[in-house]
């Protein structure tokens, strides 16, 4: 009876050592699990503080973008206004220059021509060197043949001067087209620009 006893105290006695150890392995357990539960809870709130001034950021961002492209265009629009008027200015200017460049050559191309017409008219009033009569002095004819010579010269020269002014009356011409083309080009890229924009 008193075996049977012992034997049962000390089983009790194992229970109790063995629901002891778990009961403080619990409380260890509890103990680990409430610390990592307030680290985890501080991490969070940092991660949500941090979070928060990420976002802040990314709207200040978004703002400050928003109004550096609204400057941009700003300024984008009033130098293409700029560049539209003096592109008007210059085409108007250019266009005044070519005028008075046209007028100034066909006043040119015109004094050479009435030239041209005077020479031919006094070459045709001229008497040919043989039809000229034998003169008492012998050096008329060669005088006369001389004067020809001269104004056969002065209208060949005439001539190729007024075909170096129509050769360089349509260079200028050609010329004046092409700078008319590039000061149109930027416009139309400009143009491209704003539309893609």
């Known amino acids: 009876m008193l075996n ?5 105290a000390s089983f009790l006695q194992l229970l109790l050592w063995i629901s002891g150890a778990l009961f403080f392995i619990s409380l260890v ?19 949500e503080k941090l979070a928060a001034e990420q976002q802040a950021g990314i709207i200040t961002s978004h703002h400050d973008t928003a109004s ?19 592109l008007d200015q210059s085409e108007r200017s250019n266009e005044h220059a070519q005028k008075k460049l046209d007028e100034s050559w066909q006043q040119e191309l015109d004094a050479a021509r009435a ?3 005077k020479l031919e008219a006094a070459l045709s009033a ?7 009569a034998k003169p008492v002095i012998p050096t008329l004819p060669a005088m006369e043949t001389l004067r020809i010579e001269a104004l056969e010269a002065e209208l060949t020269a005439a001539r190729a001067a007024l075909t ?3 050769q360089q009356n349509a260079a200028l011409r050609l010329s ?3 700078a008319r083309r590039r000061q149109s080009a930027p416009r139309r890229s400009s143009m491209r620009t704003a539309r893609h924009g």
């Open 4 to 8: 049977g006893i012992f034997q049962d």
């Open 29 to 47: 357990r509890i103990f680990l699990l409430r610390r990592q539960n307030r680290r985890m809870l501080q991490e969070t709130l940092k991660m």
């Open 68 to 86: 550096w492209r609204a400057k941009m265009q700003r300024q984008f629009d009033a130098l293409r206004a700029e560049l539209a008027v003096r």
């Open 115 to 117: 030239k041209i017409r």
């Open 126 to 132: 001229a008497p040919k060197p043989e039809a000229i």
């Open 164 to 166: 170096t002014a129509r």
């Open 176 to 178: 004046s087209l092409m």
